[in-house]
């Protein structure tokens, strides 16, 4: 049996963004462990039948002594449990995972890319930072591996650096979505429209341009129209601090919700989905979950996230950090229900064509499967 870990930096991620693939793995005769920051899931995957190893990470963190001794426990964890193929996801766990592997010798890696965050970031001036593409380089000169990138600019940047051959890049968009779980769905008639954003609470996801521009539109819209931030606080560095936001939110027409569990149902019962977010997101799974649900798009023309709406087809592209075409752009899908709700449908075409899970499955299987038998 082929021994798969698959390697996260915290198990609600996991849950959210992988846990399809690895039962499908398992399905398909994988033994399979995952090995992730417990947070408190720890027990939710094991009751799925999967095997849960707790990995040391500090996922924003940047103390090089911690950063080494992550990579000290995986190449350790390696060397004694010596698994066939390691699946890497996120620049932290492939950064550290992919050395370990290598000084392990494991006869198979595959990496996936699911956005660049901080570290690529020109702000970002730390020693971990400086470090990233010199061990990525050294890593990654290796036989048998394989690298999933979401969208063409993460991979130009690897292929720029000298990270990765041209043959060692494979492409999938996204995570995939279960179409069936996130139906179309006519937008709910409603007293008032309801324009949602679902993610960590980041000042790169756009949070604070997307309340500007609500503030824009507050004058006419007050009593027509609720803005709605879903999501949870964060570690990340640029995360925003409670007081900050509820210094934004009134309660009623700019409401913070906090992290929520039901977002399904939320993405249901709204009639917009905004994501101003100039992050280096990988592809962003909530916009991936809107397209499905069948509601427009108002996002930036920037990494990850325009992978995800043809402009004018479902949605908008607008300017990084431009909360006046945000609010203007907003302003044209309240007052057209017509065009919210065409622009819904041509959202599920697109998820359809683009973004099911079982095609991401599938090619996820494809390469392990490749890997083994190198």
Same mark, same amino acid.
């Given at each position: 049996?082929?021994?798969?870990?698959?390697?996260?930096?915290?198990?609600?991620?996991?849950?959210?963004?992988?846990?399809?693939?690895?039962? =499908?793995?398992?399905?398909?005769?994988?033994?399979?462990?995952?090995?992730?920051?417990?947070?408190?899931?720890?027990?939710?995957?094991?009751?799925?039948?999967?095997?849960?190893?707790?990995? +040391?990470?500090?996922?924003?963190?940047?103390?090089?002594?911690?950063?080494?001794?992550? @990579?000290?426990?995986?190449?350790?964890?390696?060397?004694?449990? $010596?698994? /066939?193929?390691?699946?890497?996801?996120?620049?932290?766990?492939?950064?550290?995972?992919?050395?370990?592997?290598?000084?392990?010798?494991?006869?198979?890696?595959?990496?996936?890319?699911?956005?660049?965050?901080?570290?690529?970031?020109?702000?970002?001036?730390?020693?971990?930072? $400086?470090?990233? +593409?010199?061990?990525?380089?050294?890593?990654?000169?290796?036989?048998?591996?394989?690298?999933?990138?979401?969208?063409? !600019?993460?991979?130009?940047?690897?292929?720029?650096?000298?990270?990765?051959? !041209?043959?060692?890049?494979?492409?999938?968009?996204?995570?995939?979505?279960?179409?069936?779980?996130? @139906?179309?769905?006519?937008?709910?008639?409603?007293?008032?429209?309801?324009?949602?954003?679902?993610?960590?609470?980041?000042?790169?996801?756009?949070?604070?341009?997307?309340? /500007?521009?609500?503030?824009?539109?507050?004058?006419?819209?007050?009593?027509?129209?609720?803005?709605?931030?879903?999501?949870?606080?964060?570690?990340? +560095? $640029?995360?925003?601090?409670?007081?900050?936001?509820?210094?934004?939110?009134?309660?009623?027409?700019?409401?913070?919700?906090?992290?929520?569990? /039901?977002?399904? #149902?939320?993405?249901?019962?709204?009639?917009?989905?905004?994501?101003? =977010?100039?992050?280096?997101?990988?592809? +962003?799974?909530?916009?991936?979950?809107?397209?499905?649900?069948?509601?427009?798009?108002?996002?930036?023309?920037?990494?990850? @996230?325009?992978?995800?709406?043809?402009?004018?087809?479902?949605?908008?592209?607008?300017?990084?950090?431009?909360?006046?075409?945000?609010?203007?752009?907003?302003?044209?899908?309240?007052?057209?229900?017509?065009?919210?709700?065409?622009?819904?449908?041509?959202?599920?075409?697109?998820?359809?064509?683009?973004?099911?899970? #079982?095609?991401?499955?599938?090619?996820?299987?494809?390469?392990? =499967?490749?890997? =083994?038998?190198?």
């Amino acid at each position: 049996m082929i021994r798969l870990f698959i390697v996260v930096n915290v198990d609600w991620f996991f849950l959210s963004h992988r846990k399809d693939i690895a039962l =499908s793995a398992q399905e398909n005769g994988y033994e399979v462990t995952v090995v992730t920051k417990d947070t408190g899931m720890k027990s939710t995957i094991e009751a799925l039948g999967l095997k849960v190893i707790d990995l +040391p990470m500090n996922r924003s963190g940047q103390n090089i002594i911690e950063e080494l001794y992550t @990579c000290w426990f995986l190449y350790r964890l390696y060397r004694r449990e $010596k698994p /066939d193929i390691v699946h890497h996801v996120g620049l932290k766990t492939i950064l550290w995972g992919t050395l370990a592997a290598k000084l392990a010798k494991v006869h198979g890696v595959v990496n996936a890319v699911s956005g660049l965050g901080i570290f690529f970031s020109e702000e970002n001036t730390s020693l971990v930072s $400086k470090l990233l +593409p010199k061990v990525l380089r050294f890593s990654h000169q290796r036989k048998n591996l394989a690298v999933i990138f979401q969208n063409e !600019e993460d991979k130009g940047l690897f292929l720029k650096n000298r990270i990765i051959k !041209e043959e060692q890049a494979f492409m999938i968009k996204g995570s995939g979505v279960d179409l069936n779980q996130y @139906c179309y769905t006519p937008e709910l008639e409603s007293q008032k429209i309801k324009v949602l954003l679902t993610a960590r609470m980041i000042v790169e996801k756009g949070v604070f341009v997307l309340v /500007d521009a609500a503030l824009k539109l507050k004058e006419k819209y007050r009593d027509k129209v609720e803005f709605l931030l879903c999501g949870g606080l964060d570690d990340n +560095p $640029k995360a925003i601090k409670e007081e900050e936001l509820k210094s934004v939110c009134d309660g009623g027409y700019i409401q913070w919700l906090g992290y929520r569990t /039901d977002v399904l #149902e939320l993405l249901k019962s709204c009639h917009i989905v905004a994501f101003p =977010s100039y992050y280096k997101e990988g592809l +962003p799974k909530s916009l991936i979950e809107a397209a499905a649900v069948g509601r427009p798009i108002v996002t930036t023309n920037s990494i990850g @996230c325009k992978e995800t709406v043809v402009d004018g087809y479902n949605g908008y592209l607008i300017p990084v950090k431009d909360s006046d075409t945000l609010a203007e752009k907003l302003n044209l899908l309240f007052e057209d229900e017509n065009l919210r709700q065409n622009m819904g449908r041509n959202s599920r075409i697109l998820a359809e064509k683009d973004f099911s899970i #079982e095609n991401v499955i599938h090619r996820h299987l494809e390469i392990y =499967s490749q890997l =083994s038998k190198a």
